[in-house]
């Protein structure tokens, strides 16, 4: 299996979403793979609906099916982040390291994966194993996924390995996420008679002072759950952030509009009903403003994994890099959510990503050493 190659191939079909081009290309490549190392494939079309009507969507899953076993599924994505003002697409290998737009995020793992599975091709696993490779991780997938669980059962109860994860330490927890579009109304005058207006710019500055007294307060709710050191962090912690303000048409007119996007993330301990009324009472709080709710997303919180496969996944990293740690991701996703609060699994995650790879960037890269190291990992993991 020449895992370099294979990722080399990868990155070559630009699959950045949007728009979301070559997903059918990059499974037709992987589906003879997947056969090689004793897979079977099953490529299965995602209806538009489930797509929010875009096109072209596909999931390749992968079976060694052993009904007597444990549940396990990988998780995976073949889409990337778009990529401006490099050669991103054309992959260059460069004192070890791979470089090209989806190499630790998350294309990378997949050849990992192969690499463990070609060397238990022979051998029963220690679990009845699907691999899921999905699409459109980067821009809204949740709904693929639901579409995907009648190919994926039994979901209650079943481990989920999630590739599209850090490299170096098993990954327990995520945040949640609770983002909340606040449009302050005023009323629109000429600046010289402002006397008769309401300023909307002026009146959400009220509503951030108030926001920031409270993002004092969240912050200072820590997870009984540890963070990686590198996030200079000890344990998860909550957050609150004022990250968009949009207001005003020109500079001699008092603007009656303004809206302002606060991003807040839950620790595995709150919920996102108290961290809602929280905001909302922070923001009742403040006289004389007059505003609503445009626009709100949450992803809920999913309590941390506690289950001993972390540490049976720990104890191999550590036979493999010498390495042990099982921390939270400061970060929030769907996958946690639907497959924690909707399938009631189990999910961890390590991947290929290094805080260096440059994710989401430019020169993203991975090493190939970590490729191979994971791929290790994952054949003890996996070795009956
Ligand atoms: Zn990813």
Same mark, same amino acid.
Request: hydrophobic share 40%; charged share 25%; net charge negative.
């Given at each position: 299996?020449?895992?370099?190659g294979?990722?080399?191939?990868?990155?070559?079909?630009?699959?950045?979403?949007?728009?979301?081009?070559?997903?059918?290309?990059?499974?037709?490549?992987?589906?003879?793979?997947?056969?090689?190392?004793?897979?079977?494939?099953?490529?299965?079309?995602?209806?538009?609906?489930f797509?929010?009507?875009?096109?072209?969507?596909?999931?390749?899953?992968?079976?060694?099916?052993?009904?007597?076993?444990p549940?396990?599924l990988?998780?995976?994505?073949?889409?990337?982040?778009?990529?401006?003002?490099?050669?991103?697409?054309n992959?260059?290998?460069?004192?070890?390291?791979?470089?090209?737009?989806?190499?630790?995020?998350m294309?990378?793992?997949?050849?990992?994966?192969?690499?463990?599975?070609?060397?238990?091709?022979?051998?029963?696993?220690k679990?009845?194993?699907?691999?899921?490779?999905?699409?459109?991780?980067?821009?809204?997938?949740?709904?693929?996924?639901?579409?995907?669980?009648?190919?994926?059962d039994?979901?209650?109860?079943?481990?989920?390995?999630?590739l599209?994860?850090?490299?170096?330490?098993?990954?327990?927890?995520?945040?949640g996420?609770?983002?909340?579009?606040?449009?302050?109304?005023?009323?629109?005058?000429?600046?010289?008679?402002?006397?008769?207006?309401?300023?909307?710019?002026?009146?959400?500055?009220l509503?951030?002072?108030?926001?920031?007294?409270?993002?004092? $307060?969240?912050?200072r709710?820590k997870s009984?759950?540890?963070?990686?050191?590198?996030?200079?962090?000890?344990?998860?912690?909550?957050?609150?952030?004022?990250?968009?303000?949009?207001?005003?048409?020109k500079?001699n007119?008092?603007?009656?509009?303004?809206?302002?996007?606060?991003?807040?993330?839950?620790?595995?301990?709150?919920?996102i009903?108290?961290?809602?009324?929280?905001?909302?009472?922070?923001?009742?709080?403040?006289?004389?403003?007059?505003?609503?709710?445009?626009d709100?997303?949450?992803?809920?919180?999913?309590?941390?994994?506690?289950?001993?496969?972390?540490?049976?996944?720990?104890?191999?990293?550590?036979?493999v890099?010498?390495?042990?740690?099982?921390?939270?991701?400061?970060?929030?996703?769907?996958?946690?959510?639907?497959?924690?609060?909707?399938?009631?699994? $189990?999910?961890?995650?390590?991947?290929?990503i290094?805080?260096?790879?440059?994710?989401?960037?430019?020169?993203?890269?991975?090493?190939? $050493?970590?490729?191979?190291?994971?791929?290790?990992?994952?054949?003890?993991?996996?070795?009956?």
């Amino acid at each position: 299996m020449d895992h370099v190659g294979i990722l080399k191939h990868l990155i070559s079909f630009d699959t950045s979403v949007p728009p979301g081009n070559n997903y059918s290309e990059t499974v037709d490549y992987l589906v003879p793979l997947f056969r090689q190392v004793g897979c079977q494939t099953q490529k299965i079309e995602i209806p538009t609906e489930f797509a929010s009507g875009r096109e072209g969507r596909v999931a390749l899953l992968c079976h060694r099916r052993d009904e007597m076993k444990p549940r396990l599924l990988f998780y995976a994505h073949i889409d990337v982040v778009p990529a401006q003002g490099w050669d991103a697409f054309n992959p260059r290998i460069e004192n070890g390291k791979i470089y090209g737009r989806g190499a630790a995020d998350m294309k990378g793992s997949i050849p990992a994966l192969l690499l463990a599975l070609e060397r238990c091709k022979d051998k029963p696993l220690k679990y009845n194993t699907t691999v899921m490779v999905t699409t459109d991780e980067e821009i809204n997938q949740a709904d693929q996924l639901r579409y995907l669980r009648q190919f994926l059962d039994p979901v209650k109860g079943a481990y989920f390995f999630d590739l599209d994860s850090n490299f170096g330490y098993v990954s327990i927890a995520s945040l949640g996420a609770l983002q909340l579009d606040i449009l302050v109304k005023g009323k629109s005058v000429h600046s010289g008679l402002c006397n008769l207006g309401e300023n909307a710019v002026e009146k959400a500055s009220l509503l951030m002072n108030a926001l920031m007294k409270l993002k004092s $307060k969240v912050a200072r709710r820590k997870s009984k759950v540890r963070a990686h050191p590198n996030t200079g962090l000890d344990r998860m912690v909550a957050r609150l952030n004022i990250n968009m303000i949009q207001g005003g048409l020109k500079v001699n007119i008092i603007p009656d509009q303004c809206q302002i996007s606060i991003d807040r993330r839950l620790i595995p301990e709150e919920n996102i009903s108290d961290a809602r009324k929280e905001i909302l009472d922070t923001l009742s709080g403040v006289e004389d403003v007059k505003w609503e709710i445009a626009d709100e997303f949450a992803i809920p919180t999913v309590p941390p994994l506690d289950d001993p496969i972390a540490d049976k996944l720990e104890d191999v990293m550590n036979q493999v890099i010498g390495v042990r740690g099982k921390y939270g991701e400061m970060g929030s996703g769907d996958l946690a959510n639907i497959v924690g609060n909707e399938w009631r699994g $189990k999910e961890f995650g390590m991947g290929v990503i290094r805080t260096e790879s440059n994710i989401h960037g430019k020169d993203e890269f991975v090493y190939v $050493k970590d490729i191979e190291d994971l791929g290790e990992i994952i054949y003890r993991f996996l070795d009956a």
